[in-house]
C-alpha cells in the first residue's frame, strides 16, 4: 500500500474543503504552499486559468467547461487588479440587455495606465485599455449572479457605441433611460457632433423623440466649433 506523504494530506484536505464550499477559484498565494500547488497540479485536481489564477476540479474534467460555468467569478477575479475599471462600449451594451453569455472579447477600460489582451482558456480573452478620462461617477455596479461587476452608465455606453442599426443597438436605444444631466456632461467634456448627429438620426428612425430632442439641445449648446 502506497504511504501518503504529509504534503499530500494537505493538499488533499485543502481541495475537499474548497470543493465542499463550491470556492473552485483559487489565487496562488490563497494555496497553504507552493507543493500544495504543484500536488494538484501533478494530480490533475486543478489547472492554471492565468498567471496566479487556477480552478479548482475533480481529476479528469474538462477545463474549458469549467472556465465557461466560472466565467464572470474568473472575470470578477481578474478585473480587481485594475481598479478602477468599467466594462464598456459593445460588451456593457449587452449586459444591459440581460445577455450573460460568455462573450469571446470582453472590452474593459480602466483609469491605470496600461493595455492588456488577456487570453483566457477557450481562446476567450479580455481586451483592457487606458482611459485618461476614467471617472468612477460615469460607471455603476452591475451583479451577475453572486458576482459583482462595475459597468458603464447607459449614457457613456450610447455615447461610444456611435450609433448603428444593429439589433443589440436598436434594443438598447429603444429600452434604455438617459439621464440629460449626464449626457450633458459626458458630451461637453469631449464633444463629438458627428457621433451625436447619428444619434439623432438613430433615436427619430425608432420613435424616441425624447432622447433626440435631448441630444439636439446638447448638440447646440455644448459643441463648440473652431475655425
Known sequence: ??????????????????????????????????????ILLREDLAFRVKRGLYLLKDKGANPQDLVYMSYWKIIESLLKKYEPYSIEKKSALSL???DESIPLVLYVHTSRNVKYSLPLSSGLKIQIRPDPDFHKKTRQDITIGTVKL??????????????????????FLKGA????????????????????KKLIKSAELHNRKDLSKILKTILKEYTIYRL
Open 1 to 38: 500500500m502506497k504511504k501518503i506523504s504529509k504534503p499530500q494530506k494537505e493538499a488533499c484536505r485543502f481541495w475537499k474543503t474548497k470543493i465542499k464550499n463550491r470556492s473552485f477559484i483559487v489565487e496562488g498565494q490563497d494555496f497553504p504552499g507552493e507543493y500544495v500547488r504543484k
Open 96 to 98: 444591459y440587455l440581460g
Open 150 to 171: 462595475f459597468i458603464d452608465v447607459p449614457e457613456k455606453v450610447l455615447l461610444s457605441i456611435r450609433g448603428g442599426e444593429d439589433a443589440d443597438f436598436s434594443a
Open 177 to 196: 433611460k438617459f439621464d440629460k444631466r449626464m449626457l450633458e456632461i459626458l458630451y461637453s467634456a469631449r464633444p463629438k457632433p458627428v457621433v451625436v
